[in-house]
């Protein structure tokens, strides 16, 4: 198989100048190229830029695949609506990684898997993804603890460590999440194990009261501050930040952490589980086939038993046509006669008539042929 890579990037909080396209062109001739986005694929050559310095620079998510099963997302957000204390507390391994560049947090997801054989559709790849950053910037970090379930799915933690805090949500996954899900290749019952202690998803609430009290909370300066930036426009996710200031959620009571052994523990037993249901389930599936298909051979033995006669003449005919096909046929109708002989104790007369048969069509190889081989 060719080699095959694929590279999206995409800026969200400002487009590219006219200067800074021409630089990322001057990286590429056939690459797709607009004031907010950068696509290529590549099955010769390679990427010739550096994607953590492009997203340092440019570019606000990333998302790359190759067919030897190398799949990789990265995400920048404000400082202010990520913090990296925050990221730090699931992003810890090669895995799912976070750093710090200039205000901005950068989130690192990577998954690899030589043993897969197909990568995804690149027409919606990273547009299917695009949510998560705006999940994130409202305060849900149910991504984040995806990517920290890859890291426990991977070995690169220790049994001992203690799970992060398990957010709210994770049992009712959007499409976005869930594409995340299979674009990292969590294990389903690993997840469904980690979702059983999260406590459903709760509405942030922004109203008017709410407004109210926290402007109320700030001294005048801070207000002024907030004022001027927003008229200014010039941060893109500074509404975005004081929604998630001033929104309130329901806080769920904690709960006691889990660590990486019980979690992929519990995984193993839910897996075993599922699939002795599954097989349960195809043994039950199978034995009911069984009978309908014994049921069905039993009434269709019954009608040829009543039509005997007229079968061995239809045989005749089969036979004298001396094309395959027919042939064919008539070794089949042959076969279902012998079981009907065992099934009515007749089976001596069967095995006159067909010696007979065998007799009279002995210069017939093809057909002699086929009887050998039907154990007739």
């Given at each position: 198989?060719?080699?095959?890579?694929?590279?999206?990037?995409?800026?969200?909080?400002?487009?590219?100048?006219?200067?800074?396209?021409?630089?990322?062109?001057?990286?590429?001739?056939?690459?797709?190229?607009?004031?907010?986005?950068?696509?290529?694929?590549?099955?010769?050559?390679?990427?010739?830029?550096?994607?953590?310095?492009?997203?340092?620079?440019?570019?606000?998510?990333?998302?790359?695949?190759?067919?030897?099963?190398?799949?990789?997302?990265?995400?920048?957000?404000?400082?202010?609506?990520?913090?990296?204390?925050?990221?730090?507390?699931?992003?810890?391994?090669?895995?799912?990684?976070?750093?710090?560049?200039?205000?901005?947090?950068?989130?690192?997801?990577?998954?690899?898997?030589?043993?897969?054989?197909?990568?995804?559709?690149?027409?919606?790849?990273?547009?299917?993804?695009?949510?998560?950053?705006?999940?994130?910037?409202?305060?849900?970090?149910?991504?984040?603890?995806?990517?920290?379930?890859?890291?426990?799915?991977?070995?690169?933690?220790?049994?001992?460590?203690?799970?992060?805090?398990?957010p709210p949500g994770l049992g009712d996954l959007d499409g976005s999440?869930?594409?995340?899900?299979?674009?990292?290749?969590?294990?389903?019952?690993?997840?469904?194990?980690?979702?059983?202690?999260?406590?459903?998803?709760?509405?942030?609430?922004?109203?008017?009261?709410?407004?109210?009290?926290?402007?109320?909370?700030?001294?005048?300066?801070?207000?002024?501050?907030?004022?001027?930036?927003?008229?200014?426009?010039?941060?893109?996710?500074l509404a975005a930040e004081l929604q998630r200031l001033i929104g309130?959620?329901?806080?769920?009571?904690?709960?006691?952490?889990?660590?990486?052994?019980?979690?992929?523990?519990?995984?193993?037993?839910?897996?075993?589980?599922?699939?002795?249901?599954?097989?349960?389930?195809?043994?039950?599936?199978?034995?009911?086939?069984?009978?309908?298909?014994?049921?069905?051979?039993?009434?269709?033995?019954?009608?040829?038993?009543?039509?005997?006669?007229?079968?061995?003449?239809?045989?005749?005919?089969?036979?004298?046509?001396?094309?395959?096909?027919?042939?064919?046929?008539?070794?089949?109708?042959?076969?279902?006669?012998?079981?009907?002989?065992?099934?009515?104790?007749?089976?001596?007369?069967?095995?006159?008539?067909?010696?007979?048969?065998?007799?009279?069509?002995?210069?017939?190889?093809?057909?002699?042929?086929?009887?050998?081989?039907?154990?007739?």
């Amino acid at each position: 198989m060719s080699e095959y890579q694929y590279y999206e990037f995409l800026a969200i909080d400002r487009r590219l100048t006219s200067g800074e396209v021409a630089l990322l062109r001057s990286f590429s001739t056939r690459a797709r190229i607009t004031s907010t986005s950068f696509v290529n694929d590549y099955q010769w050559g390679d990427f010739k830029g550096d994607e953590d310095a492009w997203m340092d620079r440019y570019f606000d998510a990333f998302l790359y695949f190759a067919n030897w099963g190398t799949n990789i997302l990265k995400l920048r957000l404000p400082s202010s609506l990520l913090d990296k204390r925050t990221a730090d507390l699931y992003c810890v391994s090669e895995s799912a990684s976070v750093r710090e560049q200039k205000g901005k947090t950068i989130l690192t997801f990577a998954s690899h898997d030589e043993e897969i054989d197909e990568w995804p559709d690149e027409s919606d790849a990273l547009s299917a993804l695009i949510p998560i950053r705006a999940q994130i910037a409202a305060g849900d970090l149910r991504s984040l603890y995806i990517g920290w379930l890859l890291s426990a799915q991977t070995g690169e933690l220790e049994d001992e460590e203690v799970e992060p805090p398990v957010p709210p949500g994770l049992g009712d996954l959007d499409g976005s999440l869930e594409r995340l899900v299979d674009f990292l290749r969590i294990d389903a019952d690993l997840l469904d194990v980690a979702a059983a202690d999260s406590p459903p998803m709760t509405a942030a609430t922004l109203t008017r009261e709410a407004i109210q009290k926290w402007i109320a909370g700030q001294s005048s300066a801070e207000r002024d501050d907030y004022l001027e930036r927003l008229i200014a426009a010039e941060e893109p996710a500074l509404a975005a930040e004081l929604q998630r200031l001033i929104g309130n959620r329901d806080v769920a009571e904690p709960r006691t952490a889990r660590t990486v052994g019980t979690l992929l523990s519990a995984a193993r037993d839910a897996g075993d589980e599922r699939r002795r249901i599954a097989a349960a389930r195809a043994a039950i599936e199978k034995t009911r086939r069984e009978q309908e298909a014994a049921s069905a051979r039993a009434k269709y033995l019954d009608d040829l038993a009543r039509r005997e006669p007229a079968v061995w003449i239809e045989i005749d005919s089969l036979i004298a046509t001396k094309q395959p096909a027919s042939y064919d046929r008539a070794v089949v109708l042959l076969v279902d006669l012998h079981e009907l002989a065992g099934k009515h104790s007749s089976e001596s007369s069967f095995l006159g008539r067909l010696e007979v048969l065998r007799t009279e069509h002995a210069r017939k190889p093809s057909l002699i042929s086929k009887l050998q081989r039907a154990g007739l």
